[in-house]
């Protein structure tokens, strides 16, 4: 299966966690605002460990978590990392009496409106990279064109590949929190990638039904995100939990606590598990995560490189939803 980070696999320093990258939302200020100093020191942790994926957005704090990527890459060897960003949605200036309706703290005074044309697809990138500091991205997906999937593929997807054959961008992809649209992505848009958030993890199942299994035989890589489903699998007990964005319903708490309660009898915490598990398909390539701090990075790789006994993954394998 090609894998869009494949021709960057690095030093030996580095093997563990080529399969991991850096989700890059909570340097936009995700829920709670970060300091530069924050932010760059999660970047720093992230490359001293040998993460070279990162991922991020213009929607992740309006163009905030971009900026302070390309800072914190700034200097560091090109040919070692991979870049992913995204298009569908441009940043334009605030109206003072606009509500704000956003889940980033402390943003520019700007907000992203949806736009999923050609045009738009290639104004979006060029602000991006100004943003990154870079001349291209290596992989560039079309963001959540939920409401908007006939309007992606007539106009930013075609944009997408003419970029590709030009050499422009490396790969390019879909990210999405559903598998349902990105199936039909998959067969009409010619994607090298798909990146599916919260939908193959310990909670959510959805994503094996029809997705990974088309994408295995179409030779797409799938990058695994929301691995935690906003929270919940990171920490069932916290106050007031949310699960894919939202408050979690007692029900799922329950499960996400049952699920922990397994994983503690095999001497294993839930984050590790659910960091661990979208890689056991053979469709899923790397498993990005968010760091709003070094400590977070830290402990996320210590996390993803812990070993998980077999017999685990054999009675969770029993314990997974059913679709």
Partial sequence: MPDPLERRHLGSTAVEVTRLGLGCAPLGNLYDAISDADAASAVDAAWGHGL????????????LSELRLGAGLAG??????TVATKVGRLLVPDDPSRPADTIFADVPPVHPEFDFSADGALRSLEASLERLQLDRVDVL????????????????FPALRRLRDEGVVGAIGAGMNQSEA?????????????????????????????????????????????????????DPDAPNATYDYAAAPPAVVQRARELARICADHDT?????????????????????????KSELDDNVAL??????????????EELPEH
């Fill in 182 to 234: 990105l199936v039909r992505i998959v067969r009409e848009a010619d994607v090298d990638c798909v990146l599916l958030a919260g939908r193959y993890t310990l909670l959510d199942h959805s994503g094996a039904d029809e997705l990974l299994p088309l994408c295995a035989d179409r030779n797409v890589s799938v990058i695994a995100a929301g691995v935690f489903n906003s929270g919940l699998l990171a």
């Fill in 76 to 81: 560091r060897d090109r040919s070692g990392m």
């Fill in 304 to 317: 993803f490189r812990r070993e998980i006994p077999e017999d685990l993954w054999s009675v969770l394998g």
């Fill in 269 to 293: 915490p839930l984050r590790a598990a659910a960091l661990q598990f979208p890689l056991r398909h053979p469709a899923v390539t790397c498993v990005i995560v968010g760091a709003r701090t």
């Fill in 141 to 156: 997906h079309v963001h959540d064109p939920d409401d908007h999937l006939d309007e992606a593929l007539a106009g930013a």
């Fill in 52 to 63: 070279r994926f990162f991922d991020t957005a213009p929607l992740y704090g309006h163009g």
